[in-house]
């Protein structure tokens, strides 16, 4: 069952707000008029509406913090491998490309725009209710080409160097089987990708992103359903851009990694 968070907190907080303004302006003249009649405990109703209405602040709070400056999001596969593993816990910065309306995503105030290289978080375009983590690969008007697993940006290649194989945790394959690590220049934004050689490197396919589009790729990148496969990310779904690791939790792989904890993500 699909739950929307944000909209869920943001009723909280209405309701909430409801209930502290009753406590507040309604309940606390009648609670000391009972006082002045001698009646020092009020009836439980107004105990609970007082009480209920006393989350207002905190959830006010946490709504602000969530909406406008940064959100948590854990990273839910293995698609972002090796930069994101399944099971870090990630800032996300929401005033990064605009400052936005909770629930309805009307942009309120432009700040800044995406850059290539950046780690996107972005509402899924095939399911909105979704959020997806990728790499910024093509920005507005760029002609992508992906050729023998290699990117090519308007005709330019974007270079890798190999740097040898990747020792996944727990995975006890030979290196023949193992994922080849790269880095790879995005216009000079240098990064880590994973390239499987057994895997056949496909048909090459070329795609030229629409205005106010966006085209995202994983790192890891033949084990990640992105924009080769369902195209472009339109402006309005950007949610905002990764930062920081804050917590892993694995269990798979001996739960806490306390040297990932804090990781400025690039």
Same mark, same amino acid.
């Given at each position: 069952?699909?739950?929307?968070?944000?909209?869920?907190?943001?009723?909280?907080?209405?309701?909430?707000?409801?209930?502290?303004?009753?406590?507040?302006?309604?309940?606390?003249?009648?609670?000391?008029?009972?006082?002045?009649?001698?009646?020092?405990?009020?009836?439980?109703?107004?105990?609970?509406?007082?009480?209920?209405?006393?989350?207002?602040?905190?959830?006010?709070?946490?709504?602000?913090?969530?909406?406008?400056?940064?959100?948590?999001?854990?990273?839910?596969?293995?698609?972002?491998?090796?930069?994101?593993? =399944?099971?870090? %816990?990630? *800032?996300?910065?929401?005033?990064? #490309?605009?400052? $936005? @309306?909770?629930? +309805?995503?009307?942009?309120? !105030?432009?700040?800044?725009?995406?850059?290539?290289?950046?780690?996107? =978080?972005?509402? %899924?375009? *095939?399911?909105?209710?979704?959020? #997806?983590?990728? $790499? @910024?690969?093509? +920005?507005?008007?760029?002609? !992508?080409?992906?050729?023998?697993?290699?990117?090519?940006?308007?005709? =330019?290649?974007?270079?890798?160097?190999?740097?040898?194989?990747?020792?996944?945790?727990?995975?006890?394959?030979?290196?023949?089987?193992?994922?080849?690590?790269?880095?790879?220049?995005?216009?000079?934004?240098?990064?880590?990708?994973?390239?499987?050689?057994?895997?056949?490197?496909?048909?090459?396919?070329?795609?030229?992103?629409?205005?106010?589009?966006?085209?995202?790729?994983?790192?890891?990148?033949?084990n990640s359903q992105d924009s080769r496969v369902w195209n472009y990310v339109p402006e309005e779904n950007l949610v905002g851009r990764a930062e920081r690791i804050w917590?892993?939790?694995?269990?798979?792989?001996?739960?806490?990694?306390?040297?990932?904890?804090?990781?400025?993500?690039?």
């Amino acid at each position: 069952m699909y739950f929307d968070f944000t909209l869920i907190l943001t009723l909280l907080v209405l309701f909430t707000l409801v209930l502290w303004l009753v406590a507040r302006f309604i309940l606390r003249p009648k609670i000391k008029q009972l006082a002045a009649d001698g009646i020092s405990e009020p009836p439980r109703t107004m105990r609970v509406i007082e009480y209920i209405g006393s989350f207002f602040p905190v959830l006010l709070l946490v709504w602000f913090l969530r909406s406008f400056l940064f959100e948590p999001f854990r990273i839910p596969s293995g698609s972002m491998i090796p930069t994101l593993l =399944v099971g870090d %816990y990630i *800032v996300v910065n929401k005033f990064a #490309y605009g400052v $936005r @309306l909770p629930v +309805l995503n009307n942009k309120l !105030i432009d700040t800044s725009l995406p850059e290539r290289g950046d780690i996107v =978080v972005f509402r %899924y375009p *095939v399911d909105e209710r979704l959020n #997806y983590i990728k $790499r @910024l690969i093509g +920005l507005p008007g760029d002609r !992508i080409t992906y050729r023998n697993k290699q990117v090519y940006i308007n005709g =330019v290649h974007m270079p890798l160097e190999p740097v040898g194989f990747y020792e996944q945790p727990g995975n006890r394959a030979p290196h023949a089987l193992q994922p080849e690590l790269y880095l790879e220049d995005l216009d000079g934004v240098v990064h880590e990708i994973l390239l499987r050689p057994q895997r056949r490197a496909g048909a090459e396919k070329s795609w030229v992103v629409p205005e106010g589009h966006y085209f995202m790729m994983g790192d890891n990148r033949d084990n990640s359903q992105d924009s080769r496969v369902w195209n472009y990310v339109p402006e309005e779904n950007l949610v905002g851009r990764a930062e920081r690791i804050w917590w892993h939790w694995d269990c798979s792989h001996g739960c806490v990694d306390f040297g990932r904890l804090g990781t400025k993500i690039d």
